[in-house]
């Protein structure tokens, strides 16, 4: 099984809502990543978590907050959110040290 | 400062021709380079990845890899219709950090 899930699909949110994002994969990759994509750019990265630890943030503002509760779970909470945060919101994972990383579908996030 | 550049196109070739993308990077400290392909409205999907200098072949796909001149290319011979794509480069750092390039779009013309 090389599958990342990602849910939802879509969503919607307003600027005083708090909602997540989830991510999960049963490959036993023990490194995790959070990633944005804007329309026409590249995917910017946001978090990367190892061994259930993170192990580095992009100077990702505080209204982003990750969570890795197991090694098969990554999350993603939203709150407070901006109109600019709308984005599609892309979750990979990769054994620690690998050439492989496989991305899930992706949220599709629209701030209003 | 980690900056992965490539030429934004659009990328435009004939179906059966090569087309051929590039990639130039910032820091030396760069230790692995990857080539995504994305089809519009999905996820990134690995078509390559290179370590080495010289150039790693996989079927229809080519990457050469220049440290020396940090750059890095991707060859698609015999191109199908179904290669119309965004291609990404993608550079890895110690800690596994990837960095994206601003992608080439590629349209092979039937």
């Known amino acids: 099984d090389t599958e990342v899930t990602q849910t939802p699909k879509h969503l919607v949110m307003g600027m005083t809502n708090k909602k997540s994002l989830k991510c999960e994969q049963h490959m036993g990759h023990r490194a995790m990543y959070w990633y944005k994509q804007k329309a026409k750019k590249p995917p910017e990265l946001m978090f990367v978590?190892?061994?259930?630890?993170?192990?580095i943030n992009e100077s990702v503002p505080s209204r982003f907050s990750p969570e890795c509760p197991n090694s098969s779970l990554l999350n993603l909470h939203l709150h407070a959110l901006q109109p600019e945060d709308s984005a599609l919101y892309l979750c990979?994972?990769?054994?620690?040290?690998?050439?492989?990383?496989?991305f899930g579908p992706g949220t599709r996030l629209t701030v209003t | 400062q980690k900056e992965v550049e490539q030429n934004s196109g659009p990328l435009s070739v004939p179906e059966g021709a090569i087309a051929s993308l590039n990639c130039t990077y910032s820091?030396?400290?760069?230790?692995?380079f990857f080539w995504y392909r994305q089809y519009s409205g999905k996820s990134p999907e690995l078509i390559m990845f290179?370590?080495?200098?010289g150039d790693k072949e996989d079927g229809r796909f080519t990457a050469q890899l220049n440290k020396a001149s940090q750059y890095v290319s991707l060859l698609i011979r015999d191109s199908q219709p179904s290669d119309s794509a965004t291609y990404l480069c993608a550079v890895k750092y110690t800690g596994n950090q990837f960095y994206f390039g601003t992608g080439t779009s590629l349209t092979v013309i039937p």
């Open positions: 820091d030396r400290g760069s230790q692995s």
């Open positions: 290179i370590y080495s200098n």
């Open positions: 978590y190892s061994y259930e630890k993170l192990s």
């Open positions: 990979a994972s990769s054994h620690w040290g690998s050439y492989e990383q496989y």
